[in-house]
Every structure is written in C-alpha cells, then in structure tokens.
C-alpha cells in the first residue's frame, strides 16, 4: 500500500484550543505535535478537536482560495492589479493552469494535517472517556475536510500511512488516491451520519458544530454525489472508476436522501433559522448571527494566539484578508480644494469600515453581473447587501483640513456625502458626461447634471472600477474617530455555511427528480422547488435599510418577488438564486462543477479595460476543458513524494 506524506504533519505548530471552565470562548495555546497518547486525556481530546476549528482560517479568509473558487466563472475575473495567481485561473488566454498555478493549493496544504487530528480524536478519543458528542465534532469535520477534497481534485487518499482512516504517527513519502465513491462511502457518509446521531442541537461553544450543521452537509454531499453518478455532461473523473454505487443505489436514491435530510433539518432548526433580511444577514454589526451555521473565527481579541497583528497584515493566513481581493483602489477618488476647481483632495480615504478596507483590486465582476444576475435592483435587495456602490467622503476621519470640498458639477460635499456612485442601471446614451473637461475625475468617471457625485454606469465597469463586495469588508470597533487599522486583516468572521442553503439543496434536490413533500413549521411551504426558493425569495424582498441611500428603507417587496418566480423553477433559475444569495463568498465554482455548468455559464463574459478611462465593453472567451472540473494536485505535494515520475504523472489529474 501506497501512503501519502503529509506536509506540517509533524513537528509543525498546530493551533490548539481548551476550553477554560465553564467558558463558551474557544481559547488558544500552541500544540506541536500529537500522538495516541496525547489523545488520551479529556484535555489532549478537547485541544485536538478545538484544533480544527482554528484550521478553518488557514483557506476560509486567505484570498489566494477565494481565487480558486471565484475567478473562472461568471460571477468573476481578474482586476487590473491582479498577478498570475489570478490570471491563470480565468482561462482567457493570459496564463495557464498547472499544479503550480492553481491556487487550490491551499485547500489541500491546509486540510491534511486536520483529517489526521480528527482521525486521532475518532480512533483514541472513547477511551479517554469523554463525551460521544465530542468525538461527533471530529467526525464532522473529516467528513467536511474530505468533501471539500473530493469536490476540489476528485478521489484523495484515505490511508495517511497506518490503514485506512486510521491515525498516523509518522510521514511517509508515497501515496495512493482513492475513487470518489470511495471517499463518499467510506469516509463522508458515515462520518456524518455519525455527527447527526450524536451532536447536539446547540453548539457546545460558541460558533460550534451542530446537528443542524452537519444535516447541512450531509444533504449537500448527497446531492453533490448524484449529480456525479448521474453525470449528464460525460465529465471524467480521476481516478479513473466506473460511475457506480458500491451500495446499490442510483443518482436519484441520492437525490431524494438529499431533499430528505435537508427538509427536515428545515422543519427542525433547533436554534438556527434565517434572519429578517438580507441585510441583517450579513451587516458586520450583527456577525455570527443565528442564520451562519459554520464560520472561521476572527476578532479583535488576542485569544488566536498572538499569530497575527490587528495594525497590519501582509496578505497570509491565518489572516482573514480575502476581502481585499474584491474592493477596486478607491483612494484614486479626487474632489476640489474650490468650486474654482484648483488644487485637489483625496476624499475618500482607505478606512477599516465594512465599506472600505483594503483595495488590491485582484478579483472583479463582469458586467454581466451587474446587467443579468442582479437585473432587479428594485424589489430584491441582495443587490443593495452585497455591494458597495456609493463611495462616500470620509474626510473628517482623514483629517482632511477643510470640512468642505467641491465635486462634480462644482457643487459642494462635507463629511459623509456621495463622491462617487455605481448606477444602478445606464441611463440615455450621451447623459452621463465622461469627458471630465471641467470637473476633472481622477477615475475617470461621469457627470450627470445637478449632482455633486461622479457616477459609473453598468456598462463602464471595468477591471479597474467596480463596486466592491461591501458583504466582505471589514469592521472594527476600536476606528474612534479615525480611519482605523484598514491595513490589517479583517477581525471579522468568515462565513462558511448558512441555514438558507438547506432551501436551496432541498430545491435542487426537487428540480433533480425527488418526491416532494409539504414542508411544515416556521418555513411552512408546498416543499416543490418553486415553494422552497420562494421562502428565500421572499426574504429578500424585505428592506429595513438603504445601504445605498444609508437611511432607514422599510419596503416589503416580498409578493412581487414571489409573482416573479417562473411556474417551473429549473436548474438554471437554482444556479442564478445562489448567485444572488452568495455572490462571491466562493461558493460559484463548487455550484458550476457540481450541476457541470461550468462550461455554459463561465464564458464569455464582458468587462472595460486596465485604464481608468477605459469605457470600451470587450467580450471575452474562456477555454474550459473538461477535465479542469477537478483541479491539478499541487506540484509541491508531488514534489514531496519519494515516487517514480511515472507514479507521480499518474498521480496527477489528467490534463494538467
């Protein structure tokens, strides 16, 4: 047998946490290494799971994977200042994919080493007499790891070095990889309906991992593995396998376990359920709210350990600095020291507020985004809650000297006015003036006539300018009356699952062919595809507040939203609600190779160009191979193996 070297394995410093007395708080000291007999004790129990969570922020938050799982499709490309780590991954003809390109490397560096601690705690962890509970947070969490493995590079090895999905003491320089029904039925199917049986409704700790969560999950890993058994578009897979159940079933048995579990997790939300609106959802004010089932922690406090600084960060986990990544540089943003239009202010300045934050403008939108997917600005709000589209003057908080300054149309702005706004939609051709012949925009953006705010339509949005993604940025409370720390990584949480995917799986699921069943309790609907996407879409119909406009908006558009679902709601109508829902939190790319839409929905797509004036529309085309579906294992790892070159070519994905 043929085992895999882990690299960090051993003798690398792992985050571990212990729970101290009767506190909710996870804290952190550093553990080195881990052993059968350091799984022995409660204590050793408790570090190696706690270890996990800390793990999470070691891909979730690290902007190089929010790459991985955004540029390439349509709801991404890459911006101006953008390097290779992003322009290999559009497949547009300005790099290339390879197991040294594909940032998905840092999945899979990453998640290793935490399957081995979780395999500790599952195979040590009874004896040391604690709870079943406990040891059902491990077995969620190899599950989670190794479906995010199996969806990422297809089958991954099951056996570190001492047997299958048993822990290992040692690094070894060889590996085999298992088939993808291998790692579902051995691996993430039992452990998870482990973790359901055993974990409570309410997490243990704060943020922990729930019965709810791991229902989540567990319908996702069953509907993701029928659409492979099912495989409508003659994907390949690697390694090379036969497209069958080693128990028995079809792709629709799975399917209909999928709506199954996910309805029922719906109708027994324990302590979860989905907020009032979508911006309540994802306002930085109101973080880790009952609607987040899963995040990676981050916060002010110290209790990470001292591994990052709160005043600066150089863009590295476990740093949650993927948010920088999709904010375009709105420092270029200019106004007047005069009406006289004479000398020129900055007034719009970095800040640490969930508006602003760290622009590296590495990951933009195309215009299609902005035209197709959010077509509706009026009655749905998530267009509102994802995007910042109104730049205002933050001039006070820089210090600026004058407490007025003037802008477009040589009318005057003071603290927190509009500098600079993304349209909603284009207006009549030739209204908005970019020519900037008397008010001069360093951005190159327009004028409309009697407004003080430079405006961009839809139409120039380009690799340089866009609205950034304001459901990511960062939030502090320690700014005072400043700009605060923007240079820092985000002391946010990052979100990972959330209760409203159980409607969109269970949908899915419907859509798939699944026998559909009325739906009870607090989410009550017909339990079709139509009715469970309506409860979605009816919660973003409803407004409590503007964030353009920044003023108090209570509007319920909700039965407009609900008259504009389609009679038949399809794969199609799934895939563009996700988007809406989960634009760019690195969801897309898992959606488009799960359903194979990759190639239909990742090209082409059109975008302005690099130069701030550039308003010149250019359509792009992808090349999407086939056999990209799964990503390349990363040279390093094959790099590390003591292999034939022939084993380790055979190691690889096909195609890379």
Known sequence: MKHIHIKHLMGSVLIVFFLAGCSKVLNETPQSTYTPVYFSTVNGVTGGITALYANLRNFYGNGYYLDACQVGTDES???QNADQNFKDLDLSGVGQVTGTSSRSDVLWNAIFPTINTASGVIQYGTAAGVSSSLIAEARFFRAFDYFMLVQTFGGVPLDMGSGILKFNTSAVR???RNTVPDVYTKAIFPDLDTAIANLPATGRVTGGVTKTLASLYLAKAYLTYGWWLENPNNIPTYPTCARTDPNGHNAQWYYQQAYNVATAAIQNPGPFGLMATFYDLNVATNDRNKEVLFYADHSLSTQYGGLTSTSYSSGGSPDNFAGWMEQFNYTGISSAKTAAWTSTANTVQRASVQDLGRPWTEICPPIGVFKNTFADKTNDSRYDATFTTVYRSNMAEAGLPQTTYYNANALPITEGSPVLTFLNNDTTAGLVDYSNSVYKSAIGAGVLPGRADYVIEPSAISRIKYPGNWKLGPYRTDNGTGLGNPNAGSTRPWNIAKFSELFFIAAEAAVKGAATTAVTGTYANDGTARGL???IRAR??????????NTAYAVNNSAAMIAATPATVDINFILAERSR??????????????????????????????AWTDRTQVTVNRTIPVTYYIRPIPQGQLDAMLMSDSLKASYQNPGY
């Not at 973003?540 to 406009?549: E, I, L, Q």
């Open 540 to 549: 973003a119909g409803t407004w409590r507040w503007s964030h353009a406009g």
């Open 581 to 610: 829902e989960y634009f760019g939190e690195g969801y897309r790319w898992y959606d488009l190779v799960r359903t194979q839409t990759w190639g239909q929905y990742g090209t082409p797509y059109t975008i302005c160009g690099t």
């Open 533 to 535: 996407i309506n409860i």
């Open 174 to 176: 060889t590996s085999s």
């Open 77 to 79: 490309t890459y911006g």
